[in-house]
């Protein structure tokens, strides 16, 4: 029986924007969100697209469930409940600058970051402004580690209250005693605290267009069994599917996405206790979250040498993969550039194929200058050349092949971009790193930092630095903060808010690619509403201020037009 506590309590609940700038701590009411508004989503078909809500009772309700089932449109067509993935975003301790900066800081703040099936995983001591993870043995014992300690302290423990702590050791985050639950078990709401709910709806190829409906049903196990309430969900599954993410400048050149590869096998075997085919799952795993987020291409140092691991984990080879570094131990550089063709030819791409081959990092002019004659060499056998160097434009535009500084990928990029591409013609590559690194856990900044803002500004390429695994401690006496976009555990990887900012940004890129290809053909239409209209649906991308627009209603507005267009292109 529902007990009189909860038969007076009050559970309110705002839908927010998933991609929110604002930053929902439990003292957040949301001023910015519906309340008591319905959590609404609009996907296209091959998308992932989110939604969200805050949830704040007036009343302890404890330990409560949310359940959420099948979607239904009026006509009985169904969503299956599969495809929705619920998470709670855990708000822990990050440094003072977090959801701001990547550079480090001293202080520390709450921060929303994680998305989290358990949201116990990770326990918050508000008091001591710590974070702890969970550690489950085999035997059924828990230990709790001390994520945010201060380098100061070292190899010290100690007993807290029949957990046992390690304070300062590293943190071994990829064993299988560390790992988030399959599925959603609940979160404990306690009066008067905000706390945010991250709401996935993974849209099949195969799935009929309409409005699904549903809700979010909310129990008390404490308190008793029956409903006590419901958020209402509404999901529109648009008529049309999603290309690839292409350029800007050239709606059939891929718009492609790289980070510099701090994963690897070994890497991996050193978190998880030197377990080789455990490490080979985790690999796995994490490359089948990077391929659902949009980053298609590997990002794990020694992909060439494991092809099977990219193809499981639903990634690709294409010529466009930077695969690694020149060789200059050999005494005869043309016979070392001959030796790494074949051997790549052999495990990857085979015949005609030309794969990027750099040297260096941040280089000056005059090293940039002296290496000339390897690079050439290595051309003159097929591979291509990347150039990170600042000063990569005045002496290597001839022959970079991806050009890559460091730079803001905005309006300040744009002049570069554009020279770049008319020097070659179009076919190098133009990309960004720097400006911020990864680690900022503002989505709604990533989504424009890897989205539209660089694809506006005419860039080609996303080429920053990096992904990073076992990066749990804030905490770190750098210049830096650690760079996360996931965090590694025993099977595989946690995301994030910002990690959903990137998937988002891809989108944008994705259906403005849609938009540019059905408008491009209907340019010259002698139809007046149809060459109108497409002129008007470009106008749209060419006008938005690439640096502030909101990017939601400019999501809304390309779907508005590619709708009209389609009707055009099909009467045409």
Known sequence: MTSSLLLLATLTHWAVDPMSE?????????????????????????????????????????????????????????????????????????????WYSYFADKGTKLCPELLLNDEDLIRVDEGKRSNYARLTEADGRVHWFWLN???????????????????????????????????????????????????????????????????????????????????????????????????????????????????????????NGDDPELARRQLVAICRDFAAHGQDLPSFNGASANPEIVREGGQRYCDELTNGGMELSDACVIRAAARQARRIADRRFGKGSHPYMGWGDEYGLAILRGIRPMVETYQ?????????????????????????????????????????????????????????HVGVENPAFCRRQYGFGPYRAGLTCNFNYAHHIDEWNDSVDDLYRPMAFVYGTGAGCIDTLAWEGFREGQDDIRYATLLKRLAEPLMDSPDTKARYAARLAVQLLVDADKDDMDLTTLRLEMIRHIQRLRTLNVTK
């Open 380 to 436: 003159s056998l097929g591979f291509r050349f990347p150039v990170n160097s600042p000063f990569g434009y005045a002496a290597g535009i001839t022959v970079a092949d991806l050009f890559w500084p460091p730079c803001t990928p905005d309006h300040a990029s744009a002049e570069a971009a554009n020279k770049y591409a008319a020097a070659t013609g179009g076919k190098g590559y133009f990309g960004w790193y720097s400006s911020q």
């Open 22 to 98: 604002t930053q929902y701590l439990p003292d957040t009411v949301p001023e910015d969100g519906v309340k008591n508004g319905a959590v609404q989503i609009i996907a296209a078909k091959d998308e992932y697209e989110p939604g969200s809500f805050v949830l704040r009772s007036d009343t302890d309700l404890g330990k409560v469930r949310l359940e959420i089932g099948d979607l239904r449109t009026a006509d009985g067509k169904v969503f299956p409940k599969e495809r929705l993935d619920l998470k709670t975003v855990k708000v822990w301790y990050q440094a003072g600058n977090a």
């Open 149 to 271: 300690n201060p380098q100061a302290f070292q190899n010290r423990a100690e007993d807290v209250k029949g957990f046992y702590f390690r304070l300062g050791d590293v943190f071994v985050c990829m064993r299988e005693n560390f790992m988030d639950a399959r599925e959603h078990c609940g979160a404990t709401l306690e009066k008067n605290r905000s706390k945010q709910f991250f709401l996935t709806a993974h849209v099949m190829k195969d799935q009929p267009a309409g409005l699904y409906k549903g809700e979010v049903k909310i129990k008390s196990k404490s308190k008793g069994e029956g409903e006590q309430w419901k958020i209402p969900v509404c999901l529109r599954v648009l008529d049309f599917e999603l290309p690839k993410p292409m350029c800007w400048a050239d709606v059939n050149k891929p718009f492609l996405t790289h980070f510099c590869d701090y994963i690897n096998l070994n890497m991996i075997r050193d978190q």
